[in-house]
């Protein structure tokens, strides 16, 4: 039977260490996966990884369960995210360079099935998909992601966000609709380009 | 004109993209599609850029940081004598304790009020408080420490005179000194001088010994981190290695691509 967050909290506010690290194999994957979207950077996003987890570790005595754990991870992330585009002052996403980055397209992940055409096919809609995203706003940027990759209920975004729901649907569907003018004007989007209207 | 309710309202077709809300609002949202182009088409392309947005995902990386708890910090100014090896620390305080006792001119005495320990910070050099003249008159010289430094004494002088014929073995004035009083002093003294010299000679020896042993263990844990930092360099090596396979595999497929069109 997979122990619950809540059960590994527990154990690790008694002072087990391991319980903790079984809670960083959980989330790491889609922690790292939103600091990277938010930042765009996987160097800022693994610092960004680790400082979240040791600062969860050193505040769980103060969290008090009202929230989900990942929630209060996410939250933490979110504001580290924060933190790191402002001390850079830089645009949250580095332009991705011309051309083909050859060496990424084969990574270590790929599945075999995939053919060598499919592979660059989703990379180069990839550096499409990110760079339409680096055009939004933050809070707008921050929604779609908790929502399309990592399925928050528009209820936890809100409360994330610290915003009422409308607001959240609002950046929503701001959100997605830059995405796709920026895609359409790219030439890209192969699954809905017949299907979508100016 | 579409007089519904749900004809251009960005919140419903929100919810029914994402599939939230209830049921019943996710049929009556459905119903209106069905009469409405052209909310129908814009849920149909939002619906196409989700399934676009899909495709973005952050490349592989390593994430094996785990926390460790440390052991406890020592607060104390001399917690990183802990460190040290038993023999380094005995070493050094036995130093602390040496100069210490020299620093302060320690005496100590053994009388039948017990073991009594005195600095020389306490009283002037030469003098001694009514105190502790009445102790050392209440010990007698029957005390047990005069009994024993009389008998280091004598075996002392038993031993210069034995070693008399012997030219390095007690410096000239004793040699000289015959039987006399003045002279057993000297005697005594270099003999004491002696015993000294000899002892600092041996602590020198255990020092160069230790040290010795230092160098030792440090020339050893330096061998085997260069060790470990080759085997690292090694690995580093090897994936450098298959990366550049990789990539000269997909520059090779890259250039036959070209080559056909």
């Keep these: 039977m997979t122990v619950t967050d809540e059960e590994l909290v527990a154990r690790s506010v008694a002072g087990d260490t391991d319980s903790f690290n079984q809670l960083i194999l959980r989330w790491e994957r889609p922690i790292y996966a939103l600091a990277y979207r938010q930042l765009g950077r996987e160097d800022d996003a693994r610092d960004v990884v680790q400082d979240a987890f040791l600062r969860a570790f050193r505040a769980l005595p103060g969290f008090k369960g009202e929230a989900k754990f990942s929630s209060w991870l996410y939250r933490i992330t979110l504001n580290l995210c924060r933190d790191v585009m402002r001390r850079a002052k830089r645009a949250p996403f580095v332009q991705t360079p011309e051309g083909v980055d050859i060496a990424d397209l084969v990574p270590s992940g790929t599945p075999a099935a995939e053919s060598m055409e499919d592979v660059v096919a989703r990379k180069d809609l990839s550096r499409h998909v990110a760079r339409a995203m680096s055009l939004l706003p933050e809070e707008q940027r921050s929604a779609i992601i908790l929502k399309e990759y990592h399925g928050l209920t528009f209820h936890e975004i809100a409360e994330l966000q610290g915003c009422p729901l409308s607001t959240v649907k609002t950046r929503l569907y701001q959100g997605l609709t830059v995405v796709r003018r920026e895609l359409d004007r790219q030439g890209r989007g192969p699954a809905g380009a017949e299907s979508r209207t100016p | ?261």
Aim: glycine residues 8%.
């Design chain 2, 1 to 261: 004109m579409n007089e519904s309710p749900y004809c251009g309202n960005t919140d419903a077709l929100t919810s029914y993209l994402y599939e939230e809300g209830t049921a019943a609002e996710r049929l009556a949202f459905e119903a209106h599609l069905r009469q409405c182009e052209r909310c129908a088409a814009e849920a149909a392309s939002l619906r196409a850029v989700r399934v676009d947005m899909a495709a973005w995902t952050p490349p592989e990386t390593v994430l094996d940081f785990r926390i460790v708890r440390e052991p406890a910090q020592s607060t104390s100014r001399w917690g990183w004598m802990s460190t040290m090896p038993a023999w380094a620390q005995l070493a050094a305080a036995s130093l602390v304790v040496g100069v210490a006792a020299g620093l302060s001119g320690l005496d100590v005495q053994y009388g039948s009020d017990g073991l009594i320990v005195r600095t020389g910070w306490s009283r002037p050099a030469g003098t001694r408080p009514a105190g502790d003249a009445a102790a050392s008159a209440a010990a007698g010289d029957d005390a047990p420490w005069r009994t024993e430094l009389a008998a280091l004494r004598e075996q002392i002088q038993t031993e210069l005179s034995q070693n008399a014929s012997a030219p390095t073995a007690v410096p000239a004035s004793a040699g000289a000194a015959g039987g006399s009083e003045a002279m057993s002093d000297d005697a005594f003294l270099a003999r004491v001088k002696q015993l000294i010299e000899a002892s600092e000679a041996r602590t020198q020896r255990e020092m160069a010994l230790r040290l010795t042993e230092m160098v030792r263990e440090m020339d050893t844990q330096r061998r085997a981190d260069m060790r470990r930092v080759a085997d690292g360099l090694g690995v580093l090596e090897g994936r450098t290695g298959a990366v550049t396979a990789q990539q000269r595999e997909v520059m090779n497929y890259l250039m036959k691509v070209s080559q056909r069109q």
